[in-house]
Nanobody, 122 residues
Framework: QVQLVESGGGLVQAGGSLTLSCAAS????????MGWFRQAPGKEREFVAA????????LYSDSVKGRFTISREYAKNTVYLELKKLKPEDTAVYYC???????????????WGQGTQVTVSS
């Protein structure tokens, strides 16, 4: 069992930056690959980025590639998502998730956090 708690969301102007954190409980953090997803009102949950359990591989959606960076810190049981050059269309609730592998499909992740709101003003 893994519990995930996101933080770091907020209101930022277009072009600005934020760093989201996802703290995981339990000693099994190393066993899971981690993903970030987002969901805007009235839209489906969308893949953003993922990182392999070994931190040796990452995957990004085309819409955030080159602007967002995913990383993980094993000593702190935490995965991060650094958001740069933010756009109004990045506005959404951002969720982190833990799963067996690196997937774009949100249904393949086993554990989810409660989400953190990111709002980008124009």
């Amino acid at each position: 069992q893994v519990q995930l708690v996101e933080s770091g969301g907020g209101l930022v102007q277009a072009g600005g930056s934020l760093t989201l954190s996802c703290a995981a409980s339990g000693r099994t953090f190393r066993s899971y690959s981690m993903g970030w997803f987002r969901q805007a009102p009235g839209k489906e949950r969308e893949f953003v980025a993922a990182i392999h359990r070994s931190a040796g591989g990452t995957l990004y959606s085309d819409s955030v590639k080159g602007r967002f960076t995913i990383s993980r810190e094993y000593a702190k049981n935490t995965v991060y998502l650094e958001l740069k050059k933010l756009k109004p269309e990045d506005t959404a609730v951002y969720y982190c998730a833990a799963g067996e592998g690196v997937y774009r499909d949100w249904t393949r992740y086993d554990y989810w956090g409660q989400g953190t709101q990111v709002t980008v003003s124009s």
